[in-house]
C-alpha cells in the first residue's frame, strides 16, 4: 500500500477533544460550569467553598492516586477502604493512647497500609488469583484487623482507664498539623497532602522505569512477559503503593475525626475507583495518567459539592452521580475503536 | 471398500471457488468433490488454503464466488447452524465444547430440548447417551467436558457432530492432541463411518496418516486447485511434489553466508510447556549455530517450533532439559529477563498477542526490553530512550507519524519493524525470529531480508521459522525440519529443497540422517 495523499489534519480543538485529557477537562468545565449557574445565592463563588471542595475530595484523591497505578497496570484494589480504617485506628491507638511521637507514627502507619497492599498484590500477582478477588479477600481482612485493633470501638481521645472511667487526654500535635490550614487559613493541609501524593505517584508512573512497566503490563502482559519485565514484582508493588497511599489518607482521617473509626472508609474504594475512571483511565489498563486522575478527582469532588450546596439531599446526590459517572464513561469511550 | 457409483451426485461438490480478503485472493477457481463412504484427504502446506475451503463449507465465510452443492442441490449456507442443518459438520482444531458443561449439554448446545422454556435434562441425557454408545463410547453424560482426557472431547466432539445427523464430518488435524492409541481408536471411527455412508474431509499435515486412511486426496496449493486423485495413484513423492509444485523464484537475492565460530548449541534439549509430566513440545533437540549464520526451522503446524523458541528463550520458567550453550557458557535460561541479559532475543510469532503492547509508543516498545540498561537507578531518560528509539529505528525505514505515536495505529509491517526494533535493542547474539514477515506487505518483507542480512554481518546467530517455504530456504545457511517435536532432516543448503524439506517436515526421516 502505497502512502495516500495525507488528509488535512483535523483542527487543534478535535484532537484535544478527541484525547482522554481533553474529555476529562472538559467534563470538570461542564461541572464547573453548573457550579456557576446553580451557585446557591453565590456559595460557589467563596473561596471557603472551594477550600473545603479540596478538603473532602483529598482522602479520596490520595486512594485515587494509588488506585491509578494498580488500574494502569490491568487490576483494581478494592481493599484501600479497609485500609484507611486500619491505619487511622492503629494511628489514633499509637498517637493518642500510647503518645508516640509523630515520626514513629507515622512510619510505622505507611508500613501497616503497605504490607497490606503488598499481601494481596503478591496474591494476586505471584499467585495468580484475579484482583477483584484478591482485593476483596484483603478489604474484608483489614475490616476485620481494623476491629480486631480497636475492639469494635473508635479510638478516640477519651481513654477508658484501669478502673473503667474515662479521661481525656489531648489531641496529638501529629493530628492537629494535618488538620491544620496554611496561607491564612485558605488551604488545607490535607490538600497539602494529597498535591504531594498525587506529585510522587506522577514521577513514579512518568518518570521512572516502574511506571513504564505498569503501562507495558496493563497493555499486554505477555508482551511485557517476554521483553523481560518482572511482571511479579512491579505488579506487586502497584498495590503495595495503593495501600501506603490508602494509609495516607488513614492518617488524615483519623487526625480530620481525631479518633479512629474502624468502620471508617467503607466504600471510599468505590469513590476512588469513580474518580480514576471519571478521568480517562481505562479500566482495561495500559492506558492512563496522574493528570487524568487529578481532572477526575476534582470533577467527583465538585459535582458533590456542587450537589450540596444546592440542598439536594443525599439520595438524590447519589443517584445523579451515579448517572453522571455512567453519562462520562459513554463519551470517553466514543472514537475508541 | 465402499466404492461409490460414478451416476451418483457426489455429497459435496464446489466448483470455482474463489475467496477474497480484500485485495488478497486466498481462494482462486478451486474445485473440490466428496463422495458418500470416503475419507478424502485435503493437503497443502501453511496458507494453502485449506481452512478458507472448509470455513466456506461450514458456512463461516459466506462471501465467496463459485458454486457450492451438498447432496446434488445447490446450497449457500449463511452461518454454520445452516451449514449444520445441510448435514455438515466440523471438527475444528481447537475444540468448540465448553469445558465446564456437562457432556450431554454440549452436544445439544443451541438446541437444548425444552418444553416450555425448561430444559428436558432426562430426554436430553438419554439421547446423548445413545449418541456416545454409537462410538463405542462409555461415559457418564452428566459429567462435565473438562474432565475427560482430549481424546475423549475429540470423540464427545464427533458425537455432537452425529447426532446432527452430519453425513458429511470434516476433521482439521484431528489427531494433534491425539497420542498413538487414541488416533487408532480414531481411525477406527472413521472407518464405521465411512461405513454408514457418511463423506468424510479429513485435512492433515502428517503422512502416515494420509497413507493410512486416505481413499482419495485434492492437493491445494498457494489458493489454487493442483489435482485430485484416488490416494492408491498419489504415492508421497508425487504428493510432496503437487504440494510444492513450485520452482523457486528468484524473487529475493540468496545471503551471502557469513559463518563464524560456534555460538548456539543444543544437546537433547526438550521442553516441557504443562510440566514435566505432560507432554513435551519438542524432544532431544541437538543442534548448532554458528555466529553470523541463519538456521532455518522448517516444519509444518504442530511441529513445536515455537514452543521450541519459547523453551529457549525461558518463557516457560525452567520446563526443560538439556544442555544449552550459548559460546560455551551455559545457557538454559529460567526467565526472558535471563535471556535477555545474556544476549538473546525473540520475535514473537504474533505481534498484536505477544509481541508489542500497543497501548504504548513506539519509542516505550522499542525500548521496552533495554528499560533496564537505559535507565540506571531506575530513573527514566526520555531524551535518551527518544535518541536509542531513533538510532535503532531508522535503518528498519520505519514509517510512523513520529516515534510517540502508539503502536497499534501503525500497519501491520511498520508493527513488525517495531518489534524488531525491541528484539535488536538489546544488542543480541542470538536472535530467534518466529515469522518475521507474516502479515506484511512484500515491501516490508524485502527490508527484512536486508536486515536480516546485516545482522548476520554483524555476527548474530539467527534462528528462523517460517511457514513459508520460500523464505525458509532463501534466507536459511541451514535447514533443521521438526515434526511432532522432533528433529527429522538437517539439511545443507544445497540439500534443502522444497521436496525434502516437506517430506520431513510430513514426518519422514530422511534416509541420510
Redesign the interface.
Known amino acids: 500500500m502505497n502512502a495516500a495523499s495525507p488528509a488535512p489534519p483535523p483542527p487543534a480543538w478535535k484532537i484535544f477533544l478527541a484525547s482522554a485529557g481533553g474529555r476529562a477537562l472538559l467534563a470538570l468545565l461542564l461541572v464547573m460550569a453548573a457550579g456557576a449557574v446553580f451557585n446557591a445565592d453565590g456559595a460557589f463563588f467563596k473561596i471557603g467553598t472551594h477550600r473545603d471542595t479540596l478538603r473532602q475530595a483529598s482522602v479520596y484523591g490520595m486512594l485515587a492516586c494509588g488506585m491509578t497505578l494498580v488500574i494502569i497496570s490491568g487490576g483494581i484494589d478494592l481493599a484501600v477502604g479497609s485500609v484507611v480504617a486500619l491505619t487511622a485506628v492503629c494511628a489514633a491507638k499509637m498517637a493518642v493512647h500510647w503518645n508516640w511521637p509523630a515520626w514513629e507514627v507515622v512510619p510505622a502507619s505507611l508500613v501497616i497500609g503497605a504490607a497490606c497492599g503488598m499481601v494481596s498484590g503478591l496474591i494476586t500477582a505471584a499467585w495468580r488469583v484475579q484482583p477483584f478477588i484478591a482485593t476483596l479477600a484483603m478489604m474484608v481482612f483489614a475490616r476485620g484487623l481494623a476491629k480486631y485493633a480497636s475492639g469494635g470501638m473508635k479510638v478516640s481521645t477519651a481513654v477508658q482507664n484501669a478502673d473503667g472511667s474515662y479521661r481525656y487526654v489531648d489531641v496529638p500535635a501529629l493530628f492537629r498539623g494535618i488538620d491544620h490550614r496554611i496561607l491564612g487559613g485558605n488551604l488545607s493541609m490535607v490538600t497539602v497532602i494529597f498535591i504531594i501524593c498525587l506529585a510522587l505517584a506522577w514521577v513514579a508512573l512518568s518518570r521512572h522505569r516502574w511506571g513504564r512497566y505498569l503501562y507495558a503490563i496493563g497493555g499486554n502482559e505477555e508482551a511485557a512477559r517476554l521483553s523481560g519485565v518482572p511482571v511479579i514484582g512491579a505488579k506487586a508493588c502497584a498495590y503495595a503503593a495503593s495501600g501506603l497511599f490508602a494509609a495516607v489518607a488513614g492518617l488524615c482521617q483519623a487526625a480530620q475525626e481525631q479518633q479512629g473509626d474502624p468502620e471508617a472508609g467503607a466504600g471510599y474504594e468505590l469513590v476512588a475507583i469513580a474518580m480514576v475512571v471519571i478521568g480517562g483511565t481505562s479500566l482495561m489498563g495500559g492506558r492512563g495518567g496522574m493528570g487524568l486522575t487529578l481532572l477526575g478527582v476534582l470533577t467527583i469532588g465538585y459535582l458533590d459539592k456542587i450537589l450540596s450546596i444546592n440542598a439536594v439531599p443525599e439520595a438524590g446526590r447519589l443517584v445523579l452521580t451515579g448517572v453522571i459517572i455512567v453519562a462520562a464513561v459513554m463519551t470517553q469511550r466514543r472514537n475508541r475503536k | 471398500m465402499p466404492e461409490s457409483t460414478p451416476n451418483q451426485p457426489p455429497l459435496v461438490r464446489m466448483s470455482g471457488i474463489t475467496k477474497r480478503f480484500g485485495q488478497v485472493t486466498v481462494l482462486r477457481d478451486v474445485q473440490f468433490e466428496c463422495r458418500a463412504g470416503e475419507v478424502h484427504v485435503l493437503a497443502g502446506e501453511n496458507g494453502a488454503g485449506k481452512s478458507t475451503l472448509i470455513k466456506i463449507l461450514a458456512g463461516i465465510h459466506t462471501d465467496f464466488e463459485g458454486r457450492l452443492e451438498i447432496d446434488g442441490r445447490e446450497a449457500h449456507p449463511r452461518n454454520p447452524l445452516q451449514a449444520c442443518a445441510l448435514g455438515v459438520a466440523v471438527i475444528h482444531q481447537e475444540l468448540s465444547l465448553i469445558g465446564a458443561m456437562s457432556v450431554a449439554d454440549n452436544i445439544f448446545l443451541g438446541r437444548t430440548a425444552t418444553r416450555a422454556g425448561f430444559v428436558r435434562a432426562g430426554e436430553q441425557q438419554q439421547s446423548a447417551r445413545r449418541c456416545v454408545a454409537q462410538l463405542g463410547l462409555d461415559i457418564d453424560v452428566r459429567q462435565a467436558v473438562e474432565d475427560f482426557p482430549a481424546a475423549i472431547q475429540q470423540l464427545i466432539e464427533i458425537a455432537k457432530a452425529l447426532s446432527q445427523d452430519a453425513r458429511v464430518i470434516v476433521m482439521d488435524e484431528p489427531t494433534s492432541a491425539l497420542n498413538a492409541p487414541e488416533a487408532a481408536k480414531l481411525f477406527a471411527l472413521i472407518q464405521s463411518l465411512k461405513a454408514r455412508g457418511c463423506a468424510i474431509v479429513y485435512i492433515t499435515h502428517k503422512m502416515e496418516e494420509i497413507e493410512r486412511i486416505a481413499d482419495r486426496i485434492t492437493v491445494l496449493r498457494d489458493g489454487r486447485w493442483i489435482g485430485s486423485a484416488p490416494a492408491a495413484e498419489l504415492p508421497a513423492p508425487k504428493l510432496i511434489q503437487w504440494m510444492v509444485g513450485r520452482e523457486l523464484g528468484e524473487q529475493f537475492p540468496r545471503r551471502v553466508p557469513h559463518p563464524g565460530r560456534e555460538r548456539l548449541r543444543l544437546e537433547n534439549f526438550s521442553v516441557f510447556p504443562s510440566g514435566f509430566s505432560g507432554r513435551p513440545s519438542v524432544t532431544q533437540i541437538s543442534l548448532s549455530a554458528r555466529a553470523g549464520e541463519v538456521v532455518g526451522i522448517g516444519g509444518l503446524q504442530g511441529s513445536g517450533a515455537s514452543e521450541f523458541f519459547l523453551g529457549l ?1 525461558g ?1 516457560y520458567g525452567s520446563r526443560t532439559s538439556g544442555v544449552v550453550q550459548l559460546d560455551g557458557r551455559s545457557a538454559r535460561f529460567s ?3 535471563k ?3 545474556s544476549g538473546v532475543a ?1 520475535l ?1 510469532n504474533d505481534r498484536k ?8 509508543s513506539v519509542t ?1 516498545n522499542a525500548t ?2 533495554g ?2 540498561e537505559l ?1 540506571p537507578c ?3 531518560n526520555p531524551a535518551r530512550e527518544r535518541a536509542v528509539a531513533r538510532e535503532i529505528t531508522s535503518p528498519m525505514r520505519l ?1 510512523a507519524p513520529s516515534l510517540d505515536a502508539e503502536a497499534g495505529t501503525l ?1 501491520g509491517g511498520n508493527q513488525q519493524k517495531v518489534a524488531l526494533s ?1 528484539s535488536l535493542q538489546t544488542r543480541p547474539r542470538l536472535l530467534l525470529l518466529d515469522e518475521p514477515t507474516r502479515g506484511i ?1 512484500v515491501g516490508a518483507k524485502r527490508e527484512i531480508y536486508q536486515l536480516v542480512d546485516e545482522w548476520t554481518a554483524q555476527g548474530i546467530a539467527i534462528l528462523l521459522i517460517t511457514s513459508e517455504m520460500p523464505e525458509l530456504l532463501t534466507l536459511s545457511d541451514r535447514v533443521v525440519v521438526l515434526h511432532r517435536g522432533r528433529i527429522t532432516a538437517e539439511l545443507s543448503r544445497s540439500q534443502a529443497t522444497p521436496g525434502a524439506v516437506l517430506a520431513a517436515a510430513m514426518g519422514q526421516v530422511a534416509k541420510s540422517l
Request: proline content about 3%; hydrophobic content about 50%.
Open positions: 528463550f518463557a526467565s526472558p529477563r535471556a535477555i541479559a525473540l514473537t498477542a505477544t509481541g508489542l503492547v500497543l497501548s504504548m516505550a521496552l526490553a528499560l533496564r535507565s531506575g530513573w527514566r514509517r500497519s525491541k506487505d
